[in-house]
């Protein structure tokens, strides 16, 4: 990985270059390769590399805001938009032998209001449909389905995985003046309250010198992940990148090389649309005309290849005449006029 990495930075002549990876990219060894050959990466921690009471013991009024809206929500009111804050410390990493030295990096804490929400409504979702198992096998403890308390501990078992309340859940077996298994239950408010106090949070880490990017510009860099994996999806799909089977590395340098520059002309073409609609008064980068509700949308590579795919060019058959494009929708010509694509 280490020396693909560095192979680009030669071939592609950049100085800088920041790696944004998954979780798997969080590693002992991966960062201490990445950070000797000088590479910057951003990586979201994995959920269980911090403690539930590391979050819980955050104030999110206290993390500075900022300034990013998902695209998805661009179009509703200021008050409706999901708040994001963060706060900054630091991690450390270990190796597996004794000798090998630690690794201190920063680590950016999140906290996406959206989320908090969202992970408070499957909490509850979860609650109440492990209080539904659990009074049901409560009522049927000692009957023929569960007369052991074997068989009602396996089933409390099968409950708390099912619902995921292991973590919180609290079981008491006894025997009744019958002999027969009795199950009281109760979920611990302590743990809930602490996975409250959690909700929302999230961590990033970063090797990036805090002077050249503070807390807030990690986070705005590491949102703009999705942009480049969108990239590949377009190989797959529009761009059509199917196994072929060619005879020797030159060739499939080459196909590769190909595919790059259809992809660049791809990303030009929809940044261009774009960027004249927001030069010509559409902040959001949106139009309409591209679906047939004609709500906004901002326009994709996908959208305005569908649309201009359609024109017609026409010529007579003695060739005498000039060529005609004919155009059938008012959507083709904003895209054409955008694109700066001159008719005349």
Not at 271 to 298: C, F, I, K
Request: hydrophobic share 40%; aromatic share 6%; glycine share 4%.
């Amino acid at each position: 990985m280490v020396s693909a990495m560095a192979r680009f930075q030669k071939t592609a002549a950049v100085k800088r270059f920041l790696m944004i990876g998954d979780s798997k990219l969080v590693s002992y060894d991966n960062l201490t390769a990445l950070s000797g050959a000088q590479v910057e990466f951003i990586a979201p921690l994995a959920a269980s590399a911090t403690d539930t009471a590391v979050f819980a013991a955050l104030d999110p009024a206290t993390a500075e805001r900022v300034d990013y809206v998902p695209v998805r929500v661009a179009d509703r009111p200021t008050m409706d938009r999901p708040d994001y804050r963060v706060l900054e410390d630091t991690h450390t990493l270990t190796g597996k032998r004794r000798s090998d030295p630690p690794i201190t990096v920063r680590r950016i804490l999140v906290h996406s209001a959206g989320n908090a929400l969202a992970q408070a409504k499957a909490r509850d979702k979860r609650l109440s449909k492990a209080r539904e198992d659990l009074d049901k096998l409560a009522r049927l403890a000692g009957s023929r389905y569960y007369p052991t308390r074997d068989k009602v501990s396996a089933k409390i078992g099968v409950i708390a995985a099912k619902r995921r309340v292991t973590d919180c859940l609290r079981t008491h077996i006894t025997d009744g003046p019958d002999g027969k298994p009795a199950l009281t239950w109760h979920f611990d408010q302590d743990v809930l309250d602490i996975q409250a106090n959690a909700d929302g949070w999230y961590a990033l880490i970063t090797n990036q010198d805090p002077i050249k990017a503070d807390a807030a510009a990690v986070f705005l860099a590491y949102k703009g992940q999705p942009q480049v994996e969108r990239r590949y999806s377009e190989l797959k799909g529009p761009l059509a990148v199917a196994p072929l089977f060619l005879h020797d590395n030159k060739r499939i340098a080459a196909l590769l090389h190909v595919l790059m520059l259809a992809l660049l002309v791809y990303s030009l073409i929809e940044r261009q649309v774009r960027r004249a609609l927001e030069r010509d008064g559409s902040p959001d980068g949106r139009m309409t005309g591209l679906y047939p509700d004609n709500r906004r949308e901002r326009p994709t590579a996908r959208m305005i290849f569908y649309h201009l795919g359609e024109l017609d060019l026409a010529t007579s058959p003695g060739n005498c005449t000039p060529q005609v494009l004919h155009i059938t929708r008012g959507v083709q010509l904003h895209l054409l006029d955008l694109l700066e694509i001159n008719l005349s």
